[in-house]
């Protein structure tokens, strides 16, 4: 049961460099969720789906955008990488978000921008 | 709009000795709350959660809250700590409707032999 599945693990990019991480879950999950993790500031919501085709913001989009064309998968860009974007990304998923419902992380994705 | 203050952005305690990690919530409704559990270089992993009903909830690896309405907390506790219990706690919240999820800061917790 592979849960949620990042890629790449780790990866760095020189400024001005575009990338994109991709998020893949099995659990049929309709929500699925990009946070990055700073030092002393938490988790971070990028951006979030609630279903296939659709995307939203969240309290950091700057720099990123995003892509559900398939309901399994969620990805990530950056289109023109900052050092401030060094950073851990995770992805999670779940059923639906508000009626306490589990969210589920990945693994995490460590991006250094030089 | 809702809030989670995690007090203690290091906690250490004595191997055996009782685990307190401190959470409180500000939401205009009921909220949802959560307890996750970071390792080294991994993802969070769940530990516990409220939803409804018992408002005591226990979790994965002994570890318990309580959520208490009039303190405005959702206190993570463990009567004896093991040195595997060293990780970063984040406590989370939501509420009813469409609403995300909202986390503290996080408590890194040290297990001294």
């Known amino acids: 049961n592979a849960g949620v599945t990042q890629t790449p693990k780790f990866r760095v990019l020189k400024t001005g460099q575009s990338m994109t991480l991709l998020c893949a879950q099995d659990?049929?999950?309709?929500?699925m969720y990009w946070y990055r993790q700073d030092p002393g500031m938490g988790l971070r919501l990028i951006h979030y789906?609630?279903?296939?085709?659709?995307?939203a913001k969240g309290e950091v989009p700057d720099g990123y955008n995003v892509s559900r064309l398939k309901k399994q998968n969620f990805l990530l860009g950056l289109e023109s990488a900052a050092p401030s974007q060094t950073s851990v990304y995770f992805c999670?998923?779940?059923?639906?978000?508000?009626?306490?419902?589990?969210?589920?992380f990945g693994e995490g994705s460590w991006l250094t921008v030089v | 709009a809702q809030s989670v203050t995690q007090l203690g952005s290091h906690v250490s305690v004595s191997e055996g000795a009782l685990v307190l990690l401190r959470c409180n919530y500000s939401?205009?409704?009921?909220?949802?709350l959560f307890w996750y559990v970071q390792y080294p270089n991994q993802g969070l992993q769940l530990l516990l959660k409220?939803?409804?009903?018992?408002?005591l909830v226990k979790g994965i690896n002994g570890f318990e809250a309580e959520f208490k309405k009039s303190e405005t907390s959702f206190h993570l506790t463990k009567p004896s700590a093991h040195m595997s219990d060293a990780a970063e706690y984040f406590c989370?919240?939501?509420?009813?409707?469409?609403?995300?999820?909202?986390f503290g800061t996080g408590t890194k917790l040290q297990v001294i032999p």
């Open positions: 659990m049929n999950h309709e929500y």
């Open positions: 939401s205009s409704v009921p909220p949802y």
């Open positions: 789906s609630v279903g296939e085709g659709t995307t």
């Open positions: 989370a919240s939501t509420s009813g409707g469409y609403q995300k999820v909202t």
């Open positions: 999670a998923s779940s059923y639906r978000q508000g009626s306490g419902n589990t969210i589920y």
């Open positions: 409220y939803t409804t009903g018992a408002t």
